[in-house]
């Protein structure tokens, strides 16, 4: 799939309405690509923003709760009978709320713990069974594309974060390892049936820290090695387009974050 070639190439997104998966959704229909977005239906105004903006023929929002398998094919089914087919499954996971595991360690004796188990079983539901569930689901579909030249059926990309590689948050960032971990034996499960997996590991966009200003902003971006800004969700859709154009990425992780230094954290 040659970056020409991405005119009626069939996408399903997963997440990230207003940000990742809203501007991915945008570049592929501007590129002649069909889209399914699936969001929560938390996110159905985006949704039909996107909808109202990119037109019916080449885009379609689907309310999913992505953690429930009955959801996900049915988003599939839709994609299915709208498209034809899938190629290219991108999930962009976003719920990035966490802390520190423990809090008050110096100052008192007994240790207290700052998570609750509610918080950490949203945290997994929404960015590791998510991803998960479209992942494996979405290869069911793909299965039955006619390969091509070099025997491919389709394409899967999962975003994950640069917080799973070093970091103290370590709710988080065991969901983002979990992201990590998935890919490698994903690639190779999904072998025979033609189906590549990627993960990007993403730094830091403004939408995730939109209460910094000022001095505190700045000091932020010096943890960058350079350039000295956030992430942009563009930056993110090229290089997704990258690895759909590449016949030979496989298993890969890549870090798409400035080298940023996230020991901080």
């Given amino acids: 799939m040659a970056a020409s070639k991405l005119k009626n190439v069939v996408f399903l997104i997963a997440s990230g309405s207003r940000n990742l998966g809203g501007t991915c959704a945008r570049n592929v229909v501007e590129r002649g690509g069909k889209v399914v977005l699936c969001d929560s239906v938390s996110m159905k105004d985006a949704g039909e923003e996107l909808q109202q903006s990119l037109g019916q023929k080449d885009f379609m929002f689907v309310p999913t709760d992505l953690s429930q398998e009955d959801d996900v094919r049915n988003a599939l089914k839709l994609t299915k009978e709208k498209f034809g087919r899938l190629d290219v499954t991108i999930n962009c996971p976003y719920f990035a709320k966490s802390s520190r595991l423990m809090i008050n360690v110096k100052d008192v004796p007994e240790a207290n713990t700052n998570l609750s188990g509610e918080m950490m079983d949203l945290l997994f539901k929404t960015n590791v069974t998510s991803v998960f569930n479209v992942c494996r689901l979405s290869a069911e579909l793909m299965a039955k594309n006619s390969p091509d030249s070099n025997g491919q059926r389709g394409v899967i990309i999962n975003k994950s974060h640069r917080l799973a590689f070093n970091s103290s948050l370590a709710p988080y960032s065991m969901s983002q390892a979990a992201i990590i971990g998935m890919t490698l034996p ?51 859709y090229h290089l997704c387009e990258k690895i759909v154009t590449n016949p030979y990425m496989n298993g890969e992780v890549v870090k798409l974050d400035g080298a940023v230094n996230t020991s901080f954290f």
């Fill in 186 to 236: 994903m690639a190779r499960d999904f072998k025979d049936l033609g189906v590549r997996v990627n993960s990007i590991a993403t730094g830091f966009y403004r939408y995730q820290i939109p209460f910094m200003k000022g001095a505190q902003f700045q000091k932020f971006l010096s943890m960058m090695a350079f350039p000295y800004s956030l992430g942009s969700e563009d930056t993110f």
